[in-house]
């Protein structure tokens, strides 16, 4: 620590300082309530659409244009917030997903008619795309040591939304119906509005801002609630300290972009973003990140569309509905519980792996996983064989993904982390939109084969893509600002 005393620390060796504690604890709650609250409000319109079908008499294509509003609020609304919350703060940009989802999804549940219902889905959807602003807060409180397991957890809690969603519809849907559904369901996100005024700014977040002061103040905060000491000195940037094997940038340009951002409107802030995420330090990166998310994203919603017609017996082929008679009033309720407890094994396996082998190797074993598993469906298998490969398949294509958010937090600098993830997650939204049109024709077709050729190679073509990210982010503390190379 004398060291440390000696020239000041950085803001990753106070988080290491004052680990992993209390305070980390509370943010992880408050990431998870924030995640699971958005993964209740995108799942629960697979419960409501038969009831909204026989009410307003509406036809498949209407069914289906309700779960596209979600999807295209999602593809504006993941990289508006995630500007927001990198131009403005985490703090705010969690407020603004709090405050558009909350009121979307109660006001939905008073709609007259359907096209209101679809304009409110819409912002619903726009709300629920900047979860990944939780976890770049929470992710900017940890230290390195076990980071990517911890961001697991919080990725973790979207499963436990869906099955809240679907313990809620099985509750309420039979006894009140779709609008009770829809009022409930918005009171996580109402939750996470009232919390959200008692959490603080990340701490990183404010020194590259140059508010300086207002950094250690939250750091010391921490380190009371922890019941663990700050090193001595000053609060100083990577450049200043000079790590070894750290990526480092002049502490002026932090400075220096703090005041000049004061001075420019929110379209040259926003250009400015984009310009970072091509400049030559991160263009690999953003490339990359935007290949995968549509790639893994395609694949995992094709390998869904498979296990629903298998499971439901819409398949043309010869397997029918895996589920006995007695239960296919439940069997929609029943699958969501089925699937999303299938991903949780696949999770903890990422959690042990992503600290052990790193990102990078973790992300391609798991990929490989998932193409060996489906690799036996080239040829006619049972019913039960079919949907459990499928099902594997999924399980480590989920945890794969879950991985590559992680990785993708944290390649990202802080200046343009959550815009950065935000844009890859919209091209993830893109390839869940254009998987059903490209993939429902082989899915309720008889042809198994063809489509278990074609999701194994878009899986193989994302597992070869993880060879080509930069560097490995295990161990490395986290990065503010784009060095300024060209």
Not at 105 to 131: E, N
Not at 198 to 222: C, Q, W, Y
Request: aromatic share 10%; with cysteine.
């Amino acid at each position: 620590m004398g060291d440390q005393g000696s020239h000041g620390y950085t803001v990753n060796e106070a988080l290491s300082s004052v680990g992993f504690g209390t305070f980390q604890g509370l943010a992880l709650v408050f990431a998870g309530i924030g995640w699971f609250s958005d993964a209740m409000e995108v799942t629960l319109l697979s419960f409501i659409g038969p009831a909204l079908e026989s009410e307003w008499s509406l036809s498949p294509t209407e069914e289906s244009l309700l779960s596209t509003a979600v999807f295209g609020g999602m593809l504006v609304g993941s990289y508006f917030l995630g500007f927001i919350a990198d131009a403005y703060g985490r703090r705010m940009g969690i407020q603004g997903v709090a405050v558009v989802t909350c009121a979307a999804g109660l006001v939905s549940a008073f709609s007259p008619d359907y096209k209101s219902l679809v304009i409110l889905r819409f912002f619903v959807g726009f709300g629920a795309a900047g979860g990944h602003v939780y976890a770049a807060w929470f992710l900017e409180f940890i230290p390195s040591s076990n980071r990517g397991a911890w961001m697991l957890v919080v990725l973790c809690s979207w499963i436990i939304g869906e099955l809240l969603e679907a313990s809620l519809a099985w509750i309420v849907m039979p006894r009140w119906g779709w609008r009770w559904l829809l009022a409930l369901s918005s009171v996580p996100s109402f939750t996470v509005l009232l919390l959200s005024t008692f959490v603080p700014e990340t701490p990183r977040f404010l020194f590259m801002k140059g508010r300086s002061d207002e950094a250690i103040r939250v750091l010391e905060k921490i380190a009371l609630m922890n019941r663990k000491e700050l090193p001595t000195g000053s609060l100083v940037s990577d450049h200043q300290k000079m790590q070894p094997d750290e990526v480092n940038f002049p502490s002026e340009e932090t400075h220096l972009i703090s005041s000049s951002e004061s001075k420019t409107g929110n379209v040259e802030k926003c250009l400015r973003s984009l310009s970072e995420l091509f400049s030559q330090d991160l263009r690999r990166t953003t490339l990359l990140a935007w290949i995968m998310f549509f790639a893994y994203t395609f694949a995992y919603y094709g390998i869904q569309l498979m296990v629903s017609a298998l499971s439901s017996g819409r398949s043309d082929c010869h397997s029918s509905s895996i589920l006995p008679n007695n239960v296919q009033n439940d069997s929609l309720y029943i699958n969501v519980f089925i699937t999303c407890l299938a991903e949780i094994p696949g999770l903890l396996l990422a959690m042990v792996l992503v600290e052990r082998l790193g990102r990078k190797l973790c992300m391609g074993v798991l990929t490989m996983l998932a193409v060996i598993v489906i690799l036996p469906l080239l040829s006619h298998q049972n019913g039960t064989v079919t949907t459990a490969l499928l099902v594997s398949g999924r399980m480590f294509l989920s945890a794969a993904f879950n991985t590559l958010c992680v990785y993708t937090e944290e390649v990202y600098p802080t200046s343009v982390r959550a815009t950065g993830y935000g844009l890859a997650t919209a091209m993830g939204r893109i390839g869940g939109m254009i998987c059903p049109l490209v993939a429902v024709g082989l899915v309720k077709g008889c042809h198994q084969t063809l489509a278990v050729i074609f999701f194994g190679i878009v899986t193989l073509i994302s597992g070869i893509a993880v060879l080509f990210f930069p560097f490995e982010t295990k161990g490395r503390g986290l990065t503010d600002i784009v060095s300024n190379k060209e």
